[in-house]
């Protein structure tokens, strides 16, 4: 018989869970590391035109609101995250594989539909994964999301230190190498046990889009995460035409998430409302834009950076601590791929409209930025005390 030291305790069971989804975090985040700063400079090494970049950029958002759903919605009925989670890695491997041996426009273009079809389920159902993880162990959120974070830097930096090295028409196979390893840490991930009923909300299976608290979550989120549209198409392409570096520019993007990274690990300490921590997140957003749009000096533009640790970073904690005390652990895949699919709706026409401000307006493009940044706040504020008054869920941790 086995002795007691054998026997899997509760903590190392949480331990266990934890370690590998963060194992997980960190694979998938680190493709977004080597995608988001650099794949457009991959796009305009190839000959795209701006135009065509700002088109092109918009499509991981438009599929956030379009087969993001159904995908969350399917994982969600066959009970099967983990199964959908293995799934949409690998695809998204091979797809990006394939993108990389196009180089004009509409190849490149349909290509990706294809890949981020794929791709884009992925963080939600990742994320819907991992609160109902919090649900079940009883452990935050934050700590272990950060390793995601820490591959979004490593990621940034290795696309910055090669980009000088390499031929940015090779960037691609970077990004394909990272998802083939998103793909294979993912079989490490454990199968997660059904959560209980804790709720009336999840007895009733109350429609969450007629849940006004869920919807002012939803849409307050969109709202200043999408903010950071400008900064995630055209960031990298505006240091770079004022002369900065591929190494400067990764170290610009790596100081903004090491911001995120701090704030992650502090969250377990952080005693507001998550409503509050959304509205200082939106307002950090506004003040950061502004800064961005004057074309500040590198010094400037660096503190204006670490801004990201509070306008992404904070926005994130509060956003996914208000889903876990808010929508039943049965509805997560579904909350998640709502919340997804309404970011993805603006996100996409942000993303088209910026490529022609950014064209005739250049910097002035973050100026609609910290618009929308602001009303994200306003809209998050004006709905705290239905937020603080009536949580759902009891699973409520993280």
Request: charge should be positive.
């Amino acid at each position: 018989m086995a002795g007691e030291s054998q026997i899997p305790t509760q903590a190392s069971l949480v331990r266990r869970f934890a370690l590998r989804l963060a194992l997980f975090y960190g694979a998938t985040y680190g493709v977004l590391g080597t995608h988001l700063p650099f794949f457009t400079v991959w796009l305009k090494a190839i000959g795209i035109e701006p135009g065509w970049i700002g088109i092109i950029s918009a499509v991981p958002a438009v599929t956030r609101f379009t087969t993001l759903p159904l995908v969350t919605g399917l994982a969600e009925r066959r009970r099967a995250l983990r199964g959908a989670m293995l799934l949409t890695a690998s695809a998204t491997a091979l797809c990006f594989a394939l993108v990389g041996t196009q180089q004009q426009p509409w190849p490149v273009l349909v290509l990706y539909i294809v890949t981020c079809c794929c791709w884009t389920p992925l963080t939600p159902l990742t994320d819907a994964y991992a609160l109902r993880g919090v649900a079940r162990y009883r452990f935050d959120y934050g700590p272990v999301r950060l390793w995601g974070s820490v591959a979004f830097i490593l990621g940034a930096l290795a696309c910055g230190l090669l980009i000088d090295v390499i031929a940015a028409r090779q960037l691609i196979w970077i990004i394909v190498a990272m998802a083939t390893i998103s793909a294979l840490t993912g079989l490490s991930l454990q199968p997660l046990e059904e959560v209980p009923r804790t709720s009336r909300l999840a007895e009733g299976g109350r429609p969450l889009l007629r849940d006004a608290g869920f919807l002012a979550i939803m849409f307050s989120a969109a709202l200043i995460q999408s903010s950071h549209v400008a900064y995630y198409t055209f960031a990298s392409i505006n240091w770079q035409s004022h002369g900065l570096g591929g190494l400067t520019i990764a170290g610009l993007w790596a100081l903004g998430v090491c911001a995120e990274i701090v704030v992650f690990a502090l969250s377990p300490r952080l005693s507001l409302h998550a409503s509050m921590l959304v509205v200082i997140g939106g307002l950090s957003a506004v003040l950061r834009w502004s800064i961005t749009a004057h074309d500040p000096p590198i010094a400037l533009l660096a503190i204006a950076q670490l801004g990201h640790g509070l306008s992404f970073g904070l926005t994130q904690v509060g956003v996914m601590n208000l889903m876990v005390r808010h929508v039943p652990p049965r509805q997560m895949a579904r909350g998640q791929g709502y919340y997804a699919a309404t970011g993805g709706l603006l996100s996409s026409a942000t993303s088209i409209i910026s490529g022609a401000i950014y064209a005739r307006y250049g910097e002035g493009l973050y100026y609609v930025m910290a618009s929308m940044a602001a009303a994200g706040a306003l809209l998050i504020w004006s709905a705290r005390h239905r937020l603080k008054d009536h949580p759902h869920s009891e699973a409520s941790g993280g």
